[in-house]
Nanobody, 119 residues
Framework: QVQLVESGGGLVQPGGSLMLSCVVS????????MAWFRQAPGKERELVAG???????NYADSVKDRFTISRDNAKNTVYLQMNSLKPEDTAVYYC?????????????WGQGTQVTVSS
């Protein structure tokens, strides 16, 4: 069983910053892809940023140059540094990881953390 626990969400004023963390625990050998998604009220869940185990990072156009995704493989943790936050960044943020076992891909999701950007 694999568990993901996000933290770091909260209320922040426009222009402010937050850092989200997601710690992965359980029984596995290694983590392949790690990513952050978000879902705003009335909208579909969307990819915010992704970081494969050995490739380059990728970002949604709406967050480029403001958000930075990183990972610490020793701690099984993925981070999302969010700067210059805007009201439209308000959403529930979810982390997700992909673990490959015997050539099969398994996706796991966290429970989500609320980010609210408002004055």
């Amino acid at each position: 069983q694999v568990q993901l626990v996000e933290s770091g969400g909260g209320l922040v004023q426009p222009g402010g910053s937050l850092m989200l963390s997601c710690v992965v625990s359980g029984s596995f050998f290694s983590i392949n892809d790690m990513a952050w998604f978000r879902q705003a009220p009335g909208k579909e869940r969307e990819l915010v940023a992704g970081i494969p185990s050995g490739g380059s990072t990728n970002y949604a156009d709406s967050v480029k140059d403001r958000f930075t995704i990183s990972r610490d493989n020793a701690k099984n943790t993925v981070y999302l540094q969010m700067n210059s936050l805007k009201p439209e960044d308000t959403a529930v943020y979810y982390c997700t990881v992909t673990i490959v076992v015997l050539s099969r891909r398994y996706d796991y999701w966290g429970q989500g953390t609320q980010v609210t950007v408002s004055s």
